[in-house]
């Protein structure tokens, strides 16, 4: 029944020059330029963005929510890795 | 050991839920949540597709430009809106035409208030105000809905449907301070809208069968009958301002609870065009049905030609 | 005929495609062979409303007579509108739909690139304003008359018929009498002859890569110019107009 789905696209938008671009969500589309227009009239409604990139969202290689644990958590022990851990004397300014 | 491997995951689920944690994608949840949202978010994108035909109806005969245009932009927006959901659906294993087949099939529900006729302009301004206004009532605490794309794609159907609410408000106010024609055009549509409305919150909280659990896990965060409450409570005003009848006699202010009583549902009524016996319930499936089967030959082109040209590419 | 009398026809004449035309494209709404594309038209269905109040709006300007845009656009017999048979054909099926705005699209870009240099301010903004939303459909048609084309079998037989079918109403598009020429003198008008072949051009370069013919049959049909339309004109006014006729001097 489903043999002439379009594959599934990831959108990001770009909402503004000096931004980076986001992820939105995604849609149907049948080759990159289609997932463009799409992206655009779907996305881009309310002048949401100035730029579009598509990925096809089975291209995507994702970490998995089981390891991030093992992933994740052993940063938050490095807190020397944070300007805040270190301690300046007074009168020091703009460090 | 399996088992209480899954109880102790479905303790971890619970907790995150409890501490306000968003589930995303790839999270562990159980079976069963995972079928409630799949059904609750496929059955709201199909009702915002379903939605687009009653108003659509009416643009080719809007009576100035402007309103030609705001129908149009407000019509299209329940497209993207449905394209949201449908898109939050899929990042649950959902399979966006499957699910439309099932809805094609009469599997799948949509929302019961689209099979009702629009049978007057004054019709779009009712949609706008009521089902709009109701439909955000429900939409509003989904923003906060524990599935992450879920609650993120209502996050954005709310703030674009702020519009559409205005705009039904804006044209029912313009037919209340029209001629005597306009305000018994805009009268008798509210009476018609009136009810159906307000069986948009869906049966009360005791006969409510998906209510407990899907409070619990936060996919539904406030209960059926307090948001009705709530909609009559800001609703009525509303309709008194502009000079409309609430087509009630059992209508009260009732000083105690700081809320408006109200009468009795017809739920014989909201059950019947559950069921499939609705004015226009074969219409808009028919209508739906053959808007993908004209597809067909479109998108299959589309991938088709898709295919030709990775070919030439590769070659 | 003065000049103001041609800007007023001229100016209709943009404005009643862009009616006419965002009506067949808004009956699409809803009915899309799919979401994206459902949205997609209606965007496009958009943009024509929105050209035609501009266009109507200033063609009330010239007139003079306190009309409206609405009026314009909603209060006029049948006669009296004067856009191209090409954009009151039937929506028909996708194909038929994407043809003629194909057709419709590589003209019109074409136009309103030179509109938009007119000597005559307001037309030359709005041209340049409706340019840029041209371009998009355009460049949203000519994709999807290469993909119907160049797609399936039956996709190609579809898009073929309606190539061969709506040829016929093309000619038109570059219709011409003393209206344009009046204004032509004035730097105010497109010469529409230095268009067709920049037209003609284009679309055999996207037929070629959709693998299309170009009809041989030259034998056109034309009217709509002067006010003569096809059977489906008047239903298209009854369902526009229906409104302010059933319920004339209101506000909505």
Not at chain 2, 129 to 147: E, F, H, K, T
């Amino acid at each position: 029944m489903s043999s002439n789905e379009w594959p599934l696209w990831e959108v990001f938008i770009r909402s503004k020059q000096g931004l980076s671009h986001k992820h939105v969500g995604s849609l149907r589309a049948a080759d990159a330029e289609n997932a463009i227009n799409n992206a655009r009239d779907v996305y881009t409604r309310r002048s949401e963005g100035i730029s579009i990139w598509v990925v096809e969202s089975k291209l995507i290689s994702a970490s998995d929510p089981k390891e991030a644990d093992s992933l994740f958590d052993p940063a938050d022990t490095k807190i020397y890795r944070h300007p805040t851990f270190y301690e300046v004397p007074d009168g020091v300014l703009h460090m | 050991m399996k088992d209480i491997n899954i109880e102790e995951k479905e303790r971890e689920f619970q907790a995150k839920i409890d501490a306000d944690i968003k589930i995303e994608p790839n999270d562990w949840m159980p079976a069963e949540y995972r079928k409630t949202l799949i059904r609750q978010i496929s059955q709201h994108a199909h009702s915002e597709v379903v939605g687009m035909l009653p108003e659509g109806n009416w643009i080719t005969r809007a009576p100035n430009l402007r309103r030609k245009a705001v129908l149009l932009a407000k019509v299209q927006d329940e497209a993207g809106h449905g394209l949201y959901l449908y898109s939050a659906a899929e990042t649950l294993g959902s399979d966006r035409e499957a699910s439309i087949d099932d809805m094609h099939a009469g599997i799948a529900k949509y929302s019961s208030i689209f099979n009702y006729p629009t049978l007057s302009w004054a019709d779009m301004g009712m949609i706008g105000w009521l089902v709009d206004g109701a439909a955000i009532s429900n939409q509003v605490p989904l923003c906060r809905c524990s599935y992450g794309p879920y609650a993120r794609a209502m996050v954005r159907v709310c703030k674009e449907e702020s519009f559409h609410q205005r705009q039904g408000y804006e044209i029912a106010t313009t037919l209340a301070n029209g001629t005597p024609e306009q305000k018994a055009m805009a009268q008798e549509s509210f009476n018609r809208w009136w009810w159906p409305a307000l069986m948009m919150f869906g049966p009360t909280d005791a006969a409510s069968k998906h209510s407990a659990l899907s409070m619990k896990w936060k996919i539904k965060r406030v209960s059926n009958d307090e948001l009705r409450q709530q909609f009559v409570n800001v609703t009525v005003p509303q309709a008194e301002l502009i000079g409309l009848t609430i087509p009630d006699p059992d209508l009260n202010w009732n000083e105690e609870k700081q809320g408006y009583d109200f009468g009795t549902i017809n739920w014989e009524e909201f059950n019947q065009v559950v069921q499939g016996n609705g004015p226009c319930n074969k219409e808009r499936l028919d209508a739906r049905r053959q808007a993908k089967e004209n597809g067909m030959w479109v998108r299959e082109a589309a991938l088709a030609h898709a295919e030709k040209r990775k070919a030439k590419m590769a070659s | 005929m003065n000049k103001q009398e041609a800007i007023l026809e001229y100016t209709l004449r943009i404005a009643d495609d862009s009616l006419l035309l965002g009506h067949r494209i808004s009956e699409w709404c809803g009915h899309g062979p799919i979401l994206e594309e459902d949205i997609a038209l209606t965007n496009i269905a958009l943009d024509l409303i929105g050209q035609a109040t501009n266009f109507f709006d200033y063609a009330a300007k010239v007139q003079g007579e306190g009309k409206t845009c609405d009026d314009l656009a909603f209060l006029r017999l049948e006669r009296e509108y004067k856009n191209v048979l090409l954009v009151e054909q039937k929506n028909g099926h996708f194909g038929d739909t994407i043809a003629r705005q194909f057709f419709f699209d590589v003209f019109r870009k074409l136009f309103f690139e030179s509109l938009s240099k007119s000597t005559d301010q307001d037309l030359a903004a709005i041209a340049e304003k409706s340019l840029k939303e041209t371009r998009y459909h355009l460049k949203h048609s000519s994709e999807w008359i290469i993909r119907l084309g160049d797609g399936t079998q039956e996709s190609h037989d579809k898009i073929q018929g309606s190539v061969d079918y709506l040829w016929k109403f093309t000619d038109e598009l570059f219709f011409m009498d003393q209206v344009d020429e009046l204004l032509i003198k004035e730097n105010i008008a497109v010469d529409l002859t230095a268009l067709k072949a920049n037209w003609k051009s284009y679309i055999s370069e996207i037929f070629q890569e959709a693998t299309l013919n170009i009809p041989t049959n030259g034998w056109q049909q034309a009217g709509g110019r002067k006010g003569l339309h096809s059977e489906h004109m008047g239903y298209a006014l009854a369902e526009l107009q229906y409104m302010q006729r059933a319920y004339p001097n209101m506000q909505w």
